[in-house]
């Protein structure tokens, strides 16, 4: 199921890929950004707190969603799956950089 999840994935991507500046891209942006100034204070460890609470909480509402949806029905989780890959995956939005490297270095 991982595998048609990632391959459908690719698919959308490639069919409608996700503009710059997306929503979902701000509103991790503004979490990230928030998450520094209330608990980043300077120090090493702080940072690594910092880190471990931006990342860590998303990625536990995405497994509790995830498994709310496969108790409910499968396939609904995997298009949690699908929605998620699609959102993450992203390679178009990286690509105008590397061809700008690439270029360069021709």
Known sequence: ??????????????ARPLARGNWVHSGFLGWARWAH??????????????????????TL????????????????AFAWSVAVLYVTLGFRQFSHYFTDIRDALD
């Open 61 to 76: 509402v995405t497994v509790l969603v995830h498994w709310l949806l496969w108790r409910i029905n499968v396939l609904l």
């Open 1 to 14: 199921m991982s595998f048609f999840a990632v391959l459908f994935a690719l698919i959308l991507e490639q």
């Open 37 to 58: 100034r209330s608990l980043d204070a300077g120090k090493p460890h702080h940072g690594w707190i910092t880190w471990l609470f931006a990342v860590a909480v998303p």
